[in-house]
């Protein structure tokens, strides 16, 4: 497989470039066209997920930001100076700071994406449906862009998503998914269900480059989409990683949240810092070339700093 271009992202098969799509004989279907890193050039860019709704690329992560002022706070910024993918969920208990903060911004509700998720104590077919009912109130918005099942839980996973895959067809949800699911997760679902996610939400960085679950996302046409991007700080002075931001003359933060993006990968940064999250918008001035990305995605130690769904029968 050759690898080159300013743009670099691997595919199962052929090469993408920036502005150039190799395509092997068998061919790629028309949501791995979309879906390359060279469509990744603002913070309003979507990719187009195998529903025909656009994801914008890069999000703000409200996990563990505290209610109230704090997340009312870091989400208004962040809609100020360009953001407009807000993820949040039912377990953070910030909902209603988000949705309040989507309705003061003045940005048109169809410009902003929304995602919110659902519990494991509300898993199942009828209790999913009420708390979908409950995050909408919470919110106050007529519809959520992306409603994930948060964790795959045992014996209960599948009756959420079918009461999800119900909740599109009313139109409360707009595109579904999941999160935290393996590739064993996703192939019980498939097996079970004629409507594929949308979405994976996972952990996902250059020290856990999930390469078996990168590739059977992007093979099945599910988007897969990072938390976790920046290790919680906890990789950022890797020295790899250091030597790769100096040479761009970018942070460490900026340059794993460009990895991210050049693997075609959707990311959601958390911060409360004002600059911070400006900082982590900063990505679409520079690229990793192929030394560089190589270099990025052999750090792989699969080094976790959150849940391990792998555990999870």
Request: hydrophobic share 40%; aromatic share 8%.
């Amino acid at each position: 497989m050759a690898e080159r271009a300013t743009f670099y992202v691997r595919e199962l098969t052929g090469t993408i470039e920036r502005n150039r799509l190799e395509v092997p004989k068998a061919g790629f279907s028309s949501f791995l066209m979309d879906n390359t890193a060279a469509t990744a050039d603002s913070l309003e860019a979507r990719a187009r997920l195998n529903d025909g709704n656009g994801i914008p690329w890069v999000g703000l992560g409200v996990f563990q930001v505290a209610a109230g002022a704090p997340s009312l706070r870091a989400v208004a910024h962040a809609l100020s100076i360009g953001y407009r993918h807000i993820d949040t969920a039912a377990l953070y208990g910030n909902e209603e700071d988000v949705g309040r903060a989507v309705r003061e911004s003045g940005i048109p509700r169809g410009e902003v994406f929304v995602t919110t998720k659902l519990w494991n104590a509300d898993q199942g077919f009828a209790s999913a449906i009420k708390a979908c009912d409950a995050s909408l109130a919470k919110l106050k918005l007529d519809y959520i862009d992306l409603y994930l099942i948060h964790w795959p839980e045992p014996g209960k996973r599948l009756d959420s998503w079918r009461a999800l895959v119900e909740l599109r067809k009313q139109g409360k949800c707009r595109s579904i998914g999941v999160s935290n699911y393996t590739v064993a997760h996703l192939e019980e679902l498939k097996a079970a269900s004629d409507v594929t996610p949308s979405v994976n939400q996972v952990e996902f960085s250059p020290f856990l480059y999930q390469r078996a679950l990168f590739d059977f996302c992007r093979a099945h046409g599910i988007q897969l989409e990072a938390y976790g991007p920046l290790t919680r700080g906890k990789k950022l002075s890797d020295p790899t990683l250091s030597t790769v931001a100096q040479r761009h003359g970018k942070t460490s933060a900026q340059v794993l949240l460009r990895w991210a993006l050049q693997h075609a990968v959707v990311v959601i940064p958390k911060s409360v810092r004002p600059a911070r999250i400006a900082e982590n918008a900063g990505l679409f001035d520079f690229s990793l070339d192929e030394r560089d990305m190589a270099a990025l995605d052999a750090l792989n130690t699969g080094f976790r700093t959150s849940w391990n769904p792998t555990r999870v029968a």
